[in-house]
């Protein structure tokens, strides 16, 4: 079955740094993928739509600036989050579909906890 | 927000005792999909039903859709300890693409 890799699965950072966190379809290309940000026993809120060689698509209340988007092959997109503070610790989590209309494949998540 | 809700936010049950959540949503949808969560994991599509069905089944699963009133219920029968999980709806607004998350319903089944 299509598989979705995320990297790294958890990190630990110090505040004002920035933290890159990686999504591939191993075995699928996905024009699109989106990004999810889930707090601690919430739902999955999502950020942002990914969409290969050109600008990500910010969803309402989500900084462009803060959360930098690059989805650069039809297989890997990266959210970078730039400059953290500790109010962005949360499970960030990548999905892509294998079509269109078609259901969700999820990366595991990577837990960003910034100090 | 378009987030959907679900009820009930928790649920526990005993291992055999069939688990019913409830999903309810906003907006005009191309389908309606349930996914599992396993604590701290990603998730796993479990099954999809498209806005023009009412019913499907797969498995222990059972799932009903009702657009008039913008609602679905998931059914698991025989539950196992294992089905111990958070359980999310999503749907899928016209027109796109993405999937919006209902608020999930954790499931504790106990052996």
């Known amino acids: 079955g299509a598989v979705v890799s995320q990297h790294p699965s958890w990190v630990i950072c110090k505040s004002g740094t920035s933290v890159k966190i990686e999504c591939r379809s191993l075995?699928?290309?996905?024009?699109?993928m989106f990004w999810y940000r889930q707090f601690p026993k919430q739902s999955l809120m999502l950020m942002a739509t990914?969409?290969?060689?050109?600008?990500?698509?910010?969803e309402q209340g989500v900084e462009k600036d803060k959360f930098l988007i690059n989805h650069a092959s039809l297989t890997l997109s990266t959210l970078t989050v730039t400059s953290a503070h500790p109010e962005d610790s949360s499970f960030y989590i990548c999905?892509?579909?294998?079509?269109?209309?078609?259901?969700?494949?999820f990366g595991n998540g990577t837990r960003l906890t910034v100090t | 927000s378009q987030q959907g809700e679900e009820d009930p936010q928790a649920l526990s049950i005993q291992e055999g005792e069939n688990a019913t959540m409830n999903c309810s949503y906003k907006?005009?949808?191309?389908?309606l999909q349930w996914y599992r969560q396993n604590s701290g994991r990603g998730l796993v599509h479990l099954i999809l039903?498209?806005?023009?069905?009412r019913e499907k089944h797969s498995g222990r699963l059972r799932v009903t859709l009702d657009t008039s009133k913008k609602s679905s219920s998931l059914l698991i029968t025989a539950s196992r300890a294992a089905d111990t999980a958070s359980y999310f709806c999503?749907?899928?607004?016209?027109?796109?693409?993405?999937?919006?998350f209902g608020t999930g319903t954790r499931l504790q089944v106990f052996p």
């Open positions: 999503a749907t899928g607004p016209l027109n796109t693409d993405k999937l919006i």
């Open positions: 990914s969409n290969e060689g050109s600008k990500a698509t910010y």
């Open positions: 907006t005009s949808i191309n389908n």
């Open positions: 039903i498209r806005s023009n069905e």
């Open positions: 075995d699928f290309q996905a024009t699109t």
């Open positions: 999905s892509a579909p294998q079509g269109a209309r078609s259901p969700l494949h």
